[in-house]
């Protein structure tokens, strides 16, 4: 197996955080056990009566919802929603409510990721906006990541992924908001999250006592 450099690095910063979080570009980083299938909670335009549990995985249940009385909605990339998520996509909206949304988990996790994007209108034709997650542990916030992009209504599977791993497996809750081009709080929608209890650390686990520079430089080497 190829190891993965570029989660072995967030692997190392978040080690050195010390209960903090690092921002990962690309779900196939943190993929490991955990994801959300929201086609089990019903089918394209159906209201979800908060608070909405889904499992996450076999021993993990999520329970999904807005600090407002809202209730979020199924949707799909191509019918009651057009963006950039790929075409057929199940996600879930937050209503016309600018959130956050939230997760909370019944047992602790470490990383966390979907791909997000707002409900704007065509003005201008490639509308910014810049999406927040924050983690919490049982008690403070443990951080928070963001990350911008634009919205082009592709279809082409190019929705903005926003992702972290913590230091350790100790999330409990993590918020999701957006704000757009104005900086204003946004709606929003989102794919089906993925994640994982503990992160593993493919082929490099004789890396983790090395300091950040070290490791740029060993894979310099190996490039």
């Not at 010390?18 to 929201?38: F, H, K, N, P």
């Not at 949707?75 to 790929?86: I, K, N, P, V």
């Not at 957006?178 to 994982?196: K, L, N, Q, T």
């Amino acid at each position: 197996m190829k190891p993965n450099w570029g989660l072995s690095l967030a692997l190392l910063c978040a080690a050195g955080a010390q209960g903090g979080i690092v921002r990962v570009t690309s779900a196939e980083d943190i993929s490991y056990g955990l994801r959300i299938d929201w086609t089990s909670l019903g089918v394209d335009s159906d209201v979800l009566t908060r608070p909405v549990s889904t499992p996450i995985s076999a021993a993990i249940v999520a329970t999904v919802s807005l600090p407002s009385e809202t209730d979020l909605v199924r949707a799909d990339e191509g019918d009651s929603w057009l963006g950039d998520f790929s075409l057929g996509t199940p996600l879930v909206w937050t209503n016309w409510d600018p959130g956050p949304l939230r997760f909370e988990f019944d047992h602790p996790i470490q990383a966390f990721g979907l791909h997000i994007q707002p409900n704007v209108a065509g003005d201008p034709p490639l509308p910014s906006f810049t999406a927040t997650m924050e983690a919490w542990d049982a008690v403070v916030s443990l951080g928070s990541i963001s990350a911008s992009g634009f919205l082009s209504w592709a279809e082409d599977g190019s929705a903005l992924f926003l992702g972290f791993v913590s230091s350790g497996a100790d999330v409990t809750r993590v918020d999701v908001s957006i704000i757009d081009e104005f900086s204003s709080p946004i709606d929003f929608a989102v794919d089906g999250p993925v994640g994982a209890e503990i992160v593993p650390e493919p082929g490099v686990g004789w890396l983790a006592p090395l300091p950040a520079g070290a490791f740029l430089l060993l894979q310099r080497r190996r490039s």
